[in-house]
């Protein structure tokens, strides 16, 4: 297992941006976001980058062309993203069904698929460059709700990236969105599955009423001044590879009392506890660790197919750093399933009651690290024509905001990466720590915790 840290360096040369329009008329309404989607939280950009090797039976296609053609077509199902976000009443969000469109990029890179190798992961090197930020286009209210960049690579492959406001949709609605773009591209006229967007079905009751405890969304008292925040202006970021061998390295360290738990717990508690080590947290500062989890197909959630708005909760389980620190990876494991047992219909209705009755809050706290499950998001699938993507999925991380995706790195181990931000002191004690996993034994004993 090793953090990318790759010197390639390459040259991107970018037409200029452009908007790219609905092919055919779009209502012009305003449409409400729900209590989920417009929470703090979600007002960001998530940038998503997909790699794809050349086919030749694509010889004499451009992708650029055929994939921003395709994208108007597609505009025309789903022209909430054509338009421009506005606030309303008690911060409430909604989009001017405007047409304006969104904004697209065409450029060429001197490199090839090949010479990328392993940085084909988050964060690939000149990821600025693969998706310039357009000056103005980056806010929340009023500026595009999607950023795309088709960049074509010298082996006749190329790179798709977009950047998406967070509040429209999660990475499963944009999956949908992009699977209606490759459809298109592939010549349908009317995408297989139509979009929904009935948000209404997660708004909050009518009283609202908070019936459920939320730590993610607690006010974080820094009493010892080591939860230290996020300059993203002083952090770099590391991407790390969890192979066969260093997986395995963890599960031996985990007793068979704790019963059956998954690659994604395992390694969320094992980041989140390297993490809190190395940030040298106060033993008795309060750590939360946060999980998304996802509503979609569960029993009980009725949300018809097609919906593509945010449909997850971000429940989170509470320790003292040095319970965290001092007890074995069996401690950090039972409080990640804890947080994921939270999940109920209860919980989602009190989330966005809670939105509506506290200003719609934030999680984004110091102390507070979440860890997304985006190993089966289906971006893998998204064919534009090219085929399936060698790397496709999140970026990079985002601020607090990790996540766990699936990874083939260049000697054909199948694994998965989690990339973090970190200020530069605690990245290199965040790397020993997670290098010690191999040449150390976690002691045996639990301490027991009252929070």
Same mark, same amino acid.
């Given at each position: 297992?090793?953090?990318?840290?790759?010197?390639?360096?390459?040259?991107?040369?970018?037409?200029?941006?452009?908007?790219?329009?609905?092919?055919?008329?779009?209502?012009?309404?305003?449409?409400?976001?729900?209590?989920?989607?417009?929470?703090?939280?979600?007002?960001?950009?998530?940038?998503?980058?997909?790699?794809?090797?050349?086919?030749?039976?694509?010889?004499?296609?451009?992708? *650029?062309?055929?994939?921003?053609?395709?994208?108007?077509?597609?505009?025309?199902?789903?022209?909430?993203?054509?338009?421009?976000?506005?606030? @309303?009443?008690?911060?409430?969000?909604?989009?001017?069904?405007? $047409?304006?469109?969104?904004?697209?990029?065409?450029?060429?890179?001197?490199?090839?698929?090949?010479?990328? &190798?392993?940085?084909?992961?988050?964060?690939?090197?000149?990821?600025?460059?693969?998706?310039?930020?357009?000056?103005?286009?980056?806010?929340?209210?009023?500026?595009?709700?999607?950023?795309?960049? %088709?960049?074509?690579?010298?082996?006749?492959?190329?790179?798709?990236?977009?950047?998406?406001?967070?509040?429209?949709? $999660?990475?499963?609605?944009?999956?949908?969105?992009?699977?209606?773009?490759?459809?298109?591209?592939?010549?349908?006229? %009317?995408?297989?599955?139509?979009?929904? /967007?009935?948000?209404?079905?997660?708004?909050?009751?009518?009283?609202?009423?908070?019936?459920?405890?939320?730590?993610?969304?607690?006010?974080?008292?820094?009493?010892?001044?080591?939860?230290?925040?996020?300059?993203?202006?002083?952090?770099?970021?590391?991407?790390?590879?969890? &192979?066969?061998?260093?997986?395995?390295?963890?599960?031996?360290?985990?007793?068979?009392?704790?019963?059956?738990?998954?690659?994604?717990?395992?390694?969320?508690?094992?980041? /989140?506890?390297?993490?809190?080590?190395?940030?040298?947290?106060?033993?008795?500062?309060?750590?939360?660790? +946060?999980?998304?989890?996802?509503?979609?197909?569960?029993?009980?959630?009725?949300?018809?197919?097609?919906?593509?708005?945010?449909?997850?909760?971000?429940?989170?389980?509470?320790?003292?750093?040095?319970?965290?620190?001092?007890?074995?990876?069996?401690?950090?494991?039972?409080?990640?399933?804890?947080?994921?047992?939270?999940?109920?219909?209860?919980?989602?209705?009190? *989330?966005?009651?809670?939105?509506?009755?506290?200003?719609?809050?934030?999680?984004?706290?110091?102390?507070?690290?979440?860890?997304?499950? *985006?190993?089966?998001? @289906?971006?893998?699938?998204?064919?534009? &024509?090219?085929?399936?993507?060698?790397?496709? $999925?999140?970026?990079?991380?985002?601020?607090?905001?990790?996540?766990?995706?699936?990874?083939?790195?260049?000697? @054909?181990?199948? @694994?998965?990466?989690?990339?973090?931000?970190?200020?530069?002191?605690?990245?290199?004690?965040?790397?020993?720590? +997670?290098?010690?996993?191999?040449?150390?034994?976690?002691?045996?004993?639990?301490?027991?915790?009252?929070?």
């Amino acid at each position: 297992m090793a953090s990318s840290s790759s010197p390639l360096v390459f040259s991107v040369k970018r037409c200029d941006p452009e908007f790219v329009r609905p092919t055919n008329p779009t209502p012009r309404e305003l449409k409400q976001l729900s209590d989920i989607d417009d929470q703090e939280g979600l007002r960001l950009q998530i940038p998503v980058i997909m790699f794809y090797p050349n086919n030749p039976l694509m010889k004499g296609k451009d992708p *650029v062309k055929v994939i921003r053609e395709a994208l108007g077509k597609a505009l025309v199902y789903y022209y909430p993203f054509a338009g421009r976000l506005i606030e @309303g009443d008690n911060r409430k969000l909604m989009v001017d069904c405007t $047409g304006e469109g969104v904004l697209f990029i065409e450029a060429d890179a001197d490199t090839t698929l090949e010479n990328l &190798g392993d940085a084909i992961q988050p964060m690939c090197p000149c990821f600025e460059e693969l998706l310039y930020d357009v000056p103005g286009s980056g806010g929340i209210l009023g500026s595009p709700l999607v950023l795309i960049q %088709v960049t074509r690579l010298r082996c006749r492959g190329f790179i798709f990236a977009l950047r998406l406001n967070h509040t429209m949709s $999660g990475i499963p609605g944009l999956v949908q969105f992009l699977n209606a773009i490759s459809e298109m591209a592939q010549g349908l006229s %009317v995408p297989s599955l139509l979009p929904i /967007w009935q948000r209404e079905l997660l708004n909050a009751r009518n009283p609202p009423r908070i019936t459920c405890i939320h730590h993610e969304y607690e006010e974080v008292t820094n009493t010892k001044g080591t939860l230290m925040a996020m300059d993203e202006n002083n952090l770099v970021h590391r991407s790390f590879f969890f &192979g066969p061998k260093e997986i395995r390295a963890l599960r031996n360290r985990l007793p068979a009392s704790l019963g059956a738990s998954t690659t994604f717990e395992v390694l969320t508690a094992y980041v /989140w506890r390297c993490r809190t080590i190395a940030f040298a947290v106060d033993p008795d500062e309060v750590v939360r660790i +946060i999980c998304s989890i996802s509503m979609r197909g569960k029993r009980g959630f009725e949300l018809p197919p097609g919906y593509y708005g945010n449909a997850v909760v971000t429940p989170a389980s509470i320790t003292k750093a040095g319970m965290l620190c001092k007890n074995p990876l069996e401690y950090a494991v039972r409080l990640v399933k804890k947080a994921k047992a939270e999940m109920s219909q209860e919980y989602v209705k009190s *989330v966005a009651d809670l939105m509506v009755i506290k200003g719609r809050p934030s999680f984004m706290h110091p102390g507070n690290y979440m860890v997304a499950d *985006v190993t089966r998001d @289906g971006s893998g699938e998204i064919d534009f &024509g090219w085929g399936k993507p060698v790397y496709s $999925g999140l970026a990079r991380a985002i601020s607090i905001i990790s996540f766990c995706a699936r990874f083939r790195n260049s000697k @054909g181990e199948e @694994g998965n990466v989690i990339p973090i931000w970190l200020p530069p002191p605690v990245m290199e004690r965040f790397e020993q720590e +997670i290098k010690k996993m191999t040449k150390e034994e976690e002691p045996v004993r639990l301490i027991t915790s009252k929070l």
